[in-house]
Every structure is written in C-alpha cells, then in structure tokens.
C-alpha cells in the first residue's frame, strides 16, 4: 500500500513541474477496496497465478461484524471467482444461518487469493506472499471477530502452527480483533462426528459477538 501512495506522490509531483495544475481522476479512483482488488488481481508474487482460472478476492459485507476466514479456494471457486460456492460453502451458509445471520451479513476471504494445484495445502511461501492481502482485508472490514476456518487458517491468523486440537474452544487475538478457530467446512463433511465440537465453536463466536455488541 505504501508503494503505491509513494508512486502517486512522485505522478503529482512529476505534474506539478511540468506546469499541470488541474486533472481528472475517476471517482473510484480512491476506493481502498477497489484498489486492492485491482492489486490482488495483478499478483505475480508467486506461481499460482500461472494455473489459476480466476482471482477469488472474498465476498459478503464490507463492514461485517463478523469476518470468515477459510485456506484457500477450490476448484469450483476457482471457476467462479467466489469464496466458499461448493459443497463446503453450502455447509458454511449452513453454519452462519445457525448461529442467526445470513452470508450478506458477514464477510468471507481466503488466505490464498488463488487456487493450489490439486487443492493440495498452501505452501508457507504461498502463504507469506497473500496474507499482506488478507491483513488489508481485515483491516478495511474492521469485524468485531473473526471465525478461522481449518487449521491453515488459524496459524496463519495467529502466527503459530500449533494443531487445531490446540486452537479451539478458546478465543483468541490478532491484529486486535477477537479470533475464534473452528473446523473447515471440507472437513466436517469428511467427518460429520465433527460437528458437534464445530457446533460448539459457532456459539462460542456468537457469544463473543453479541458481548461486543452489548457494550456499544
């Protein structure tokens, strides 16, 4: 971000000296949003845009009191350019709708912006490379808390690789926002005996959310 306000510093500077005092600029030309995303869509930062179909930015509302964050997208995302659209997003609608809100509610991301060969794991250079994205992200919705789907996720959050046995059932802190890490969707539909604990999860991000609220 700060690469890019010094390149505009020297543009209107390098206008100044040339005798232009007055220029047009589109009206979106300052929207944080859109230029991230035009940022994220541009990426060479590491081979996943060689294999890529599209860029999977994220989704939902961009002031959500609550913000989900998954690994990275699959191949049906990958084919649509939207977060969570198979399988394991209709179990994550699922999900939210549990604990009271809908998908317009909330705001949805990865920390890969792009599709991993085979759907294998993100690779830690992948990671390093895309989670800038997800911190601005982050701090463009500014949630209340963030619920870290899977373990990748919640390491990436918390900059720890502890397991996600480790992880749950607990709240924690990052980037000054409240993180409660559950299961990813993919993985409770591998094993639904999971979906208990997720369940218990979800309340406890609930809880966490309507605590804030409350003290508006």
């Known amino acids: 971000m700060m690469d890019w306000i010094e390149s505009t510093r020297r543009l209107l500077e390098a206008q100044r000296d ?48 609550i913000m989900f964050v998954g690994e990275a997208p699959g191949e049906e995302e990958d084919l649509r350019g939207e977060p969570f659209v198979g399988a394991a997003g209709e179990l994550l609608t699922r999900m939210i709708r549990a604990i009271r809100m809908e998908r317009r509610e909330v705001y949805i991301a990865n920390v890969l912006k792009c599709r991993p ?39 990436t959050l918390l900059g720890t690789s502890l397991p996600l046995s480790r992880l749950r059932g607990k709240v924690h802190f990052a ?22 604990q997720a369940w218990e999860d979800m309340k406890l991000l609930r809880r966490e959310y309507d605590g804030l609220e409350l003290r508006r």
């Not at 294998?120 to 992200?137: N, S, T, V, W």
């Open 18 to 65: 040339m005798g232009i005092r007055e220029f047009w600029v589109r009206s979106d030309a300052w929207d944080p949003w859109k230029v991230l995303r035009r940022e994220v869509e541009g990426c060479r930062k590491c081979q996943l845009w060689r294999s890529r179909r599209r860029v999977v930015f994220g989704a939902g509302d961009t002031e959500a009191g």
């Open 117 to 155: 060969p085979g759907n294998r794991d993100p690779l830690p250079e992948e990671i390093e490379a895309c989670k800038p994205y997800l911190f601005r992200q982050i701090e463009l919705v500014k949630p209340k808390v963030i619920c870290a789907l899977g373990r990748i996720a919640g390491g």
């Open 175 to 196: 980037l000054g926002t409240k993180v409660v890490v559950t299961f990813h969707p993919a993985a409770l539909l591998r094993n639904p005996g999971w979906k208990r």
